[in-house]
């Protein structure tokens, strides 16, 4: 089992930055696909970012050039860094980790709310 804790969210105004952190809780992380996923009210769950156990990664195209994903193996933790935040940004965030034998994912964290308002 891997347990996933999100940190991180807030309210920013337009324009603004944020850092969200994902802590896994197994040393095994390394070999894990992580991604981040939000849902905004009344829409449904939609992927914002991965990254592969090598590191490579792949944005949806509403954040590509805003945000940037990364992983710190040693601290089993991925960071997902916002700038230039809009207010449909505005959502629950969502951390996944899915193990190398799998498509979807496995595990997920309890999520982080993000709002962008001025």
């Known amino acids: 089992q891997v347990q996933l804790v999100e940190s991180g969210g807030g309210l920013v105004q337009p324009g603004g930055s944020l850092r969200l952190s994902c802590a896994a809780s197994?040393?095994?992380?390394?070999?894990?696909?992580m991604g981040w996923y939000r849902q905004a009210p009344g829409k449904q769950r939609e992927l914002v970012a991965t990254?592969?156990?090598?590191?490579?990664?792949n944005y949806a195209d509403s954040v590509k050039g805003r945000f940037t994903l990364s992983r710190d193996n040693a601290k089993n933790t991925v960071y997902l860094q916002m700038n230039s935040l809009k207010p449909e940004d505005t959502a629950v965030y969502y951390c996944s980790a899915r193990r190398p034998t799998s498509v979807t994912a496995n595990y997920w964290g309890q999520g982080t709310q993000v709002t962008v308002s001025s």
């Open positions: 990254i592969t156990s090598g590191g490579s990664t």
């Open positions: 197994r040393s095994i992380f390394s070999i894990y696909a």
